[in-house]
């Protein structure tokens, strides 16, 4: 079974910096993971996926990356903002069986970005 | 707009009082799902459904019912809430399994008394 872990719970870093969020996984076998951002009582938006033949995604200051071998990605952000401030969750998609598949998700790092 | 919705946005009852939680899409995906989010746990997967008349449990099905009697609509259905159920809930859907980024809704804050 497939088990998501993100480390640190939280962050708080000053305006400006560079960051980089973790994300691991047990199941290598993996078909994507999807990074999201969850603003305080508002639902989750999408982020950025990558799918287990790629390696990384950028959007704008985003890039996430995705190393099935360790069983490990990454959303790097670049030059935060106090707009960045949000809970930042990742989810891996592996499959469950009988044509199924499942997302599960981390418990995701709060983000903080000081001005 | 693409979008899902979910209706109530909000909801206050009391133990046992039977009550559907609406989620529809108007992307026309295959797949839909629903997930409870509580403090330390995370998000947790009810049910999902791979297409129309196809449901299956996730992680943590007790107490819910599902039902896809059309491509666009998910209501989830809890016949007798209890207590351990007031939850903060979101339906989501993809274009198909296991290819495509999942759309969440807005949420919906359940609490039972």
């Known amino acids: 079974k497939q088990e998501v872990t993100q480390i640190p719970a939280a962050l708080s870093v000053p305006e400006g910096e560079n960051l980089v969020l973790n994300c691991s996984f047990t199941d290598s076998a993996i078909y994507n993971l999807q990074w999201f951002r969850q603003d305080p009582g508002k639902g989750l938006t999408s982020l950025l996926l990558?799918?287990?033949?790629?390696r990384e995604q950028t959007s704008g200051r985003l890039n996430a990356s995705l190393d099935k071998s360790s069983g490990r990605s990454t959303l790097y952000i670049a030059a935060s903002q106090p707009g960045d401030s949000a809970t930042y969750l990742c989810a891996g998609l592996s499959y469950s069986g009988a044509g199924s598949y499942q997302l599960t998700f981390g418990k995701g790092t709060k983000l903080s970005v000081i001005p | 707009e693409a979008q899902v919705t979910q209706n109530p946005r909000y909801l206050i009852t009391v133990t046992g009082k039977k009550l559907t939680v609406t989620c529809s899409q108007n992307m026309n995906h295959e797949y839909m799902s629903w997930y409870r989010q509580d403090p330390g746990l995370g998000l947790r997967q009810i049910y999902y459904s791979m297409n129309v008349e196809v449901t299956d449990k996730g992680d943590v099905p007790e107490g819910y019912k599902v039902s896809r009697k059309e491509k666009r609509n998910f209501p989830l259905i809890l016949e007798s809430p209890s207590p351990n159920q007031t939850s903060l809930y979101f339906c989501?859907?993809?274009?198909?399994?296991?290819?495509?980024?999942?759309?969440f809704g807005p949420g919906t804050r359940l609490t039972v008394t």
């Open positions: 990558i799918q287990s033949s790629q």
């Open positions: 989501a859907s993809q274009a198909a399994a296991g290819v495509s980024e999942q759309y």
